[in-house]
């Protein structure tokens, strides 16, 4: 199996060297080689394991709880912020 | 008496009988990490306080106040504005914080060796990996540098390490314990356990922290914390013990499964019955699982775009980068189905296998880890050689169900861990059983020797 | 070559429960100061985790109750995977292949049946706004439940689109889920729009998805602009594509924003932070009555007309206020008719006391000529005066008997009822 090391990077958002795009490549080809091995499973009539704790409608109240947290802190790890806001490089409107 | 050596609910009794205060207790443990952790490079953060029982946390597990990187270049400066479930049930029951501990970056790795800020060493031997991803928690209980630790398991990251470094290791159930603050890798797989000199110690942990915080939707409101009062198991008659001959084929080291086979025996001595079972479908555990563990990495990550906090996604690991490419491709369109689909698909035929298992036995035993720790860089180049080391302790983190790695021998000088697995939601059978073994031999109280 | 339009369209309204979607922060946040309404959860910070809001459960289900949806029994959220500032998580919570409710529609007035895809529950993004070459992010809107309501692709012109829209904004108002308001971004318009030749039946090859336009105005003169550029380029040969465009309001055209090779690949999954939903169908939500089946009632209860039982169902205040005011009317025989009339008429401030609106329009029922005799005499007066409209109307200008009517309301000094100064005039021009 090979695997279009560009187009996957592009939607991870990874910036990867040159270097790197060979190496995942062939390492990554490796690696789904060895799932292959997952075809031999007959799951036609098996359902697919999301979530193992069989729970269901884990929902809350809708009460405003003690969760908020001051600007300050909402901000503190951001590289970049001004007048209350994070900021970014521009990105157009859409 | 060395206050170090003590294990934790020694070391309760003991301030509760004034042996020493809590600051003595302190210092002990700030002195020992003073003269130890420049050679193991267990924490990445020291933190000094007085007062307390000091414990160290796994630098993934969210600290307020208190950096924390996921041993990350990433996040080499973030700093989280709120605690974890975990610690703040750990500080609620006067347990201090001593340090951040090592790990792999993110949680992504087998040895302790990915983390972006140097590998933690062995303490059995500093020439071999201490194995991952918790490796600074298994380290630092390793070599008596806090009372207890905790640590993340999501394919074996607590109980491998706690193998290869001979302490005790507790994942407990998927859903027992809350996520809230533990920086993701895999959702449906990540667990917080217990890094322990004692089974009894795990006990206790778990009964603080185990329950429902309101924050993770995928912990049970009933699930009932254990309580410390109970009476230890002193034998294991009526205990039905099933060992799969799955976990017994090609790539286990012939003199770990001499000592595994011993402790099965023992087992056996102690009066519980030994039954063959049968999990068909272990084989296809690493495949199942770096499908799924790697499509959740690939889009948990993507919270690090560098902008809210962190750096630039460039500064990901090499094997970080390496998950979420993997992920990434495996969640793509025209590739969901054949990849992450399949996968999840095979996870349930794994589950069954449990289920089916456990329809006969109390509680499965076999090997952590195929080898004891490794020599360090040996694997570093071959990932899917790195990934199968993990074969034992993936299929229960597929299933959720709770495991135990536990003291039971040595090859050639370096610790071997029983894994005991058991019932989804039942616990206690797996600590009960691991006690029972631990009380019956001295495994747990041998010391790596410290003087290099 | 003619052409036919082909249009869907996706509408994102915001609910206005409490709290947020996935978080127990408050999601009152118009006009707030920036990143004061956050918390781990909705900033995305490492380590947090969702947790669902039921009340946006409930609203979610009540909207799609509205358009006539299945409700799925076993429901999932899944993780919308892609790169955005205004995306804490890198990914957005959203459903996918298991949405809440399922299979709608909506009739528009002409009979015409808008089909509903589905309408399910997600999150909004935080908010940016552009600055020199910043942008600068806002975290307080992050994680607001959002209702999506796809359609198929039904709509044949911009008129079925703004008719659809004001249709389901009237909805999402009967049911009190959100305030609705376009220009507030508390409901969200895109259009799928493509051209066909007329008489095909398979779907274009390519839609254009307007997308980020902030009224009901623009959206109808986005998609004209879009048709007539669209059939400009089928007619010129030229290949259309798969592409985003926007709206320019200065300028009167639609704009290129993402072209198909920057297309997404969302990477959907089930989250797997969340249990799943199951027996969604069983949950017992109240549902007002629409305004579909009160106008059909008014109609037929009141034997009110169309254009006015229109005005009185706009919103349900009004139509309740309306009923409150037939209820008041009872027993003064004051008629359903007369009250519709008064109201419309006068444009009534809903805080007015139902029994002073009777008292008015009794007031003015009394004060008219009752007796036939002396309307007979003005009717006269005023055919004599006006000979040439008498004459007129006898030649079968009907319109011509509007001049006659003034004449009566003049000579009466606005004490004849109109309804009965067209009968008196008819008899006596027969």
Redesign the interface.
């Known amino acids: 199996m090979k695997i279009d090391v560009k187009r996957v990077a592009k939607l991870a958002s990874l910036p990867l060297s040159e270097a790197e795009e060979e190496k995942y490549s062939k390492q990554l080809s490796k690696i789904l080689d060895y799932i292959e091995q997952l075809n031999e499973v007959d799951t036609l009539d098996v359902e697919p394991t999301f979530n193992v704790t069989g729970l269901s409608n884990a929902m809350r109240e809708d009460q405003v709880g003690d969760c908020t947290i001051p600007q300050e802190e909402a901000i503190s790890n951001a590289p970049v912020k001004k007048d209350g806001f994070i900021v970014t490089k521009g990105v157009f409107n859409e | 008496m060395n206050i170090t050596d003590l294990t934790l609910v020694e070391t309760i009794k003991a301030l509760e009988n004034k042996d020493f205060s809590e600051e003595e207790l302190n210092k002990a443990y700030l002195d020992r990490i003073e003269a130890k952790n420049a050679d193991l490079n267990v924490f990445l953060e020291v933190k000094k306080n007085s007062k307390g029982i000091p414990a160290a946390i796994k630098d993934i ?2 600290t307020q106040f208190i950096k ?1 990187t ?1 041993g990350s270049k990433i ?1 080499s ?6 605690n ?1 479930t975990v610690v703040d049930r750990l500080l609620s029951n006067n347990i201090s914080i001593i340090g951040k501990t090592n790990l792999d970056e993110f949680a992504m790795g087998s040895s302790g060796e990915n983390s972006a800020f140097g590998h933690t060493k062995n303490p059995w031997d500093i020439a071999k990996v201490p194995g991952g991803s918790s490796a600074g928690s298994a380290a630092a209980v390793a070599a008596d540098l806090a009372v207890f630790s905790m640590g993340t398991d999501t394919g074996g990251s607590i109980r491998q390490p706690a193998s290869l470094c001979g302490v005790v290791g507790f994942k407990p159930s ?2 027992k314990v809350s ?6 890798m ?3 797989l990540d667990v917080p356990g217990t890094f322990t000199k004692s089974v009894a110690d795990a006990r206790l942990v778990m009964g603080w922290v185990s329950g429902s915080d ?5 912990v ?1 409101e009933i699930a009932s914390p254990s309580t410390s009062l109970r009476v230890a198991m002193t034998d294991l008659k009526g205990i039905k013990i099933g060992v799969p001959k799955e976990y017994f084929g090609e790539g286990l080291d012939p003199k770990v499964e001499k000592v595994i086979r011993e402790a099965i025996k023992k087992l056996e001595e102690l009066g519980a019955e030994i039954v063959e079972v049968s999990l068909p ?1 272990t ?2 555990g ?3 699982y ?2 799924i563990m790697s ?2 990495v ?2 948990n ?14 500064d ?1 690991g090499e094997e970080v ?2 998950r ?3 992920g ?2 495996a ?3 025209g590739y ?1 189905d054949d ?11 794994i ?1 069954q296998d449990f289920e089916e298992a456990f329809k006969k036995v109390d509680v499965i035993v076999g090997p952590v880890s195929p080898t004891t720790a490794w020599n360090l860089g040996e694997k570093m180049d071959d ?2 050689a790195m ?1 199968l080391s993990d074969a034992y302790t993936i299929p229960a983190s ?3 169900i709770p495991g135990l790695s536990v003291p039971c021998g040595f090859v050639d000088g370096l610790p071997v861990g029983l894994q005991i697995l058991g019932k ?1 939601m039942d616990d206690e059978t797996v600590l009960d059983v691991g006690e029972a073994y631990e009380q019956a031999t001295e495994w747990h109280e041998r010391r790596p020797d410290l003087s290099f | 070559m003619k052409y036919e339009t082909v249009i869907g369209i996706e509408v994102h309204v915001e609910l206005n429960t409490k709290t947020k979607m996935f978080c127990r922060c408050s999601a009152d946040y118009f006009g707030k100061e920036p990143n004061t309404h956050t918390c781990p959860v909705c900033l995305g910070l490492p380590g947090s985790l969702p947790i669902i809001n039921e009340e946006a459960i409930k609203k979610c289900i009540q909207i799609g109750l509205a358009l006539g949806c299945t409700i799925s029994s076993k429901s999932l959220f899944e993780r919308k995977n892609y790169f955005y500032p205004d995306l804490p998580k890198g990914y957005q919570i959203s459903q996918y292949r298991w949405p809440l409710c399922i299979k709608g529609e909506l009739k528009l007035d002409s009979g015409k049946v808008i089909r509903v895809n589905r309408a399910h529950q997600e999150e909004d993004t935080a908010k940016l706004t552009h600055q020199g070459g910043e942008s600068l992010i806002d975290f307080n809107r992050s994680s607001v439940p959002l209702v999506e309501v796809v359609t198929e692709p039904d709509f044949s012109s911009s008129e079925e689109v703004r008719e659809y829209a004001q249709k389901l904004q009237q909805i999402f108002r009967y049911l009190g889920v959100s305030n609705a308001d376009m220009e507030r971004g508390d409901m969200r318009l895109e259009a799928n729009v493509s051209v066909r030749p007329e008489g095909q039946t398979e779907l274009p090859p390519y839609r254009v998805e307007l997308k980020n336009i902030n009224s009901f105005r623009f959206m109808v003169a986005a998609i004209e602009y879009e048709v007539k550029r669209q059939i400009e380029a089928h007619e010129k040969g030229e290949k259309l594509s798969q592409e985003t465009r926007g709206w320019n309001e200065d300028k009167k055209e639609t704009y290129l924003q993402r072209s198909k090779e920057e297309a997404h690949d969302y990477r959907y999954f089930p989250e797997p932070d969340l249990p799943e939903l199951k027996n969604m169908d069983q949950i017992k939500v109240d549902l007002p009555e629409l305004p579909s089946k009160k106008t059909e009632r008014f109609v037929s209860d009141y034997e009110l007309n169309k254009q006015q039982v229109g005005i009185l169902v706009e919103s349900i205040e009004m139509a309740d206020y309306f009923e409150k005011v037939v209820e008041a009317g009872k027993q003064n025989n004051v008629t359903p008719v007369q009250i519709a009339n008064y109201i419309v008429n006068k444009k009534v401030d809903l805080s007015v006391d139902p029994k002073q609106i009777i008292n008015d329009i009794q007031d003015k029922t009394s004060n008219l000529i009752s007796d036939d005799a002396e309307f007979e005499k003005l009717a006269k007066q005023a055919i004599e005066e006006n000979q040439k409209s008498a004459d007129d109307f006898r030649a079968g200008k009907e319109n011509a008997i509007q001049a006659l009517i003034g004449g009566v309301m003049r000579l009466s000094k606005g004490k004849a009822d109109a309804a009965q100064t067209v009968k008196i005039l008819r008899k006596l021009l027969e």
Do not use: W
């Open positions: 597990i969210s924390t996921a996040l400066t973030f700093i989280p504005p709120f974890a998927y859903g996520r809230y603050g533990l920086m993701a895999a959702s449906s309101g924050m993770d939707s995928n049970q479908h084989q296809y690493v495949a199942v770096y499908i499509s959740e690939s889009s990550l993507a919270k690090f775009d560098g902008i809210r906090f962190g750096s630039s996604r460039e990901f980068k390496r979420i490419m993997l990434t491709f969640l793509s369109s969901y990849y992450f689909a399949k996968a999840a698909c095979v996870r349930t035929l589950k990932p899917l990934y597929l299933a959720g989804y």
